[in-house]
């Protein structure tokens, strides 16, 4: 009884922050459910896209929405490791050096179009994101909870652009593409942002403090075995493809499951279905995998081949 009020308040919370980001984003529920459900899976999300779909005003608005601290980083090509991390500064007062914080201490930041920045740079993000923490001259600092990171970043192919590394992406639980809204949506975008920015009247629904008790309960929802087989299943079945020449870790299996976890909470169950895993399979894995050569030749994309890849895999019986 006590796990269905769980669940209840976690969905609770969900629909609250999703309200207020759908007052600034028109026409992309899938789009703000899947940044919610990282959030409350303590990943990482990374919003992939043209120039002008609305990614940076996705960030911000989850950000805004969250009563906790919140940095912005722009990435560009002259960003150093440094400016993201912190970096030690001698005060001459003290004699002494003293730590100097980088943008990446906030319970939520943004990244804009990460992949302007050098692969170097890129790197500084690794042990933040995975470990939560920092380390500076073999000093660590510890990031504090909740801590997400939403990067936005054009497509491989947009001038001045670099390839994220492969351990890079591996760190973003989950990707999605704004796509071009629906014309009944763009209208109402123009109506609605053309006098003023919707994020001036965007109010927080919630705070970090409740945010980080949401990740606690996510936590506790419950994962048979069935499903748990179901998840390795899929990742294994990656691996074995000889359309692919990299297919998902052990760590996107875990993403996979947590995910899955608070996308059940979000939706006020305390128990994770395979249609879970199923319809999180995509987002969460195909930013991982790498096609083969002959593959790429026939101009089949990774999503299409994780598709057929998913369907292969026999979906057990969620009462079993």
Request: aromatic letters at 4%; charged letters at 20%; proline letters at 7%.
């Amino acid at each position: 009884m006590e796990q269905q009020s769980d669940t209840k308040a976690v969905a609770g919370v969900a629909a609250r922050i999703r309200d207020a980001i759908d007052s600034v984003i028109e026409g992309k529920p899938d789009v703000v459910s899947t940044a919610v459900t990282v959030l409350f899976a303590e990943g990482h999300l990374l919003i992939e896209d043209v120039p002008g779909v609305g990614k940076t005003l996705l960030s911000k608005a989850l950000a805004r929405s969250i009563d906790s601290t919140v940095r912005r980083i722009q990435f560009t090509p002259d960003l150093l490791p440094s400016d993201v991390t912190g970096v030690s500064v001698f005060n001459q007062d003290t004699r002494q050096f003293e730590f100097r914080p980088g943008g990446i201490f906030a319970n939520i930041v943004v990244g804009d179009e990460i992949n302007r920045a050098s692969p170097k740079t890129q790197s500084a993000l690794l042990e933040c994101m995975e470990e939560r923490q920092v380390t500076v001259d073999g000093n660590t600092w510890q990031l504090e909870s909740p801590f997400m990171v939403v990067a936005t970043q054009n497509p491989i192919e947009m001038e001045g652009t670099y390839a994220l590394p492969e351990a890079q992406r591996d760190r973003f639980m989950a990707r999605v593409s704004m796509g071009y809204p629906v014309i009944a949506a763009e209208i109402e975008m123009l109506q609605s942002h053309g006098s003023r920015n919707p994020l001036d009247d965007l109010e927080p629904v919630t705070d970090a403090a409740e945010i980080r008790k949401v990740i606690a309960m996510v936590q506790g929802i419950h994962v048979s075995p069935a499903v748990r087989h179901y998840a390795v299943s899929l990742s294994t079945a990656t691996r074995n493809t000889p359309d692919l020449v990299l297919g998902a870790s052990p760590r996107a299996t875990l993403h996979l499951v947590r995910a899955a976890k608070a996308y059940a909470a979000v939706h006020g169950r305390d128990h994770v279905l395979p249609d879970d895993v199923l319809g999180l399979a995509r987002p969460v894995l195909a930013h991982r995998l790498l096609p083969s050569v002959e593959a790429s030749m026939s101009g089949r994309s990774t999503g299409a081949i994780l598709d057929s890849v998913v369907h292969s895999v026999p979906v057990p019986d969620p009462d079993a």
